[in-house]
């Protein structure tokens, strides 16, 4: 079993900057695949960016040059740094990780970007 806890939402301003954090804590023997997801009212959920592991990345087209996703020190925490941030980025971002054939997810954070 994999819990995630996620932190690091909140309101910035169109331009603007926030970095969100996860950390995948359990019986974990590995280096997992990680990443974000995000889902605005009304809309699916998609994929804003995921980091396998060993470190290769994926971004949603609408994020790449904005968007990094990495690694902290301890290898099951990732990082999305978010900067220049747009209007359209509002939404309910969710942390998820594989393991086990097994996919998790956080419990979501709220990312508002409003002037």
């Known amino acids: 079993q994999v819990q995630l806890v996620e932190s690091g939402g909140g309101l910035v301003q169109p331009g603007g900057s926030l970095t969100l954090s996860c950390t995948a804590s359990?019986?974990?023997?590995?280096?997992?695949?990680m990443g974000w997801y995000r889902q605005a009212p009304g809309k699916e959920r998609q994929l804003v960016a995921r980091?396998?592991?060993?470190?290769?990345?994926k971004y949603a087209d609408s994020v790449k040059g904005r968007f990094t996703i990495s690694r902290g020190n301890a290898k099951n925490t990732v990082y999305l740094h978010m900067s220049n941030l747009k209007p359209e980025d509002t939404a309910v971002y969710y942390c998820y990780a594989q393991y086990n054939s097994g996919d998790y997810w956080g419990q979501g954070t709220q990312v508002t970007v409003s002037s």
């Open positions: 980091i396998s592991s060993v470190g290769t990345t």
């Open positions: 359990g019986t974990i023997f590995s280096i997992i695949p």
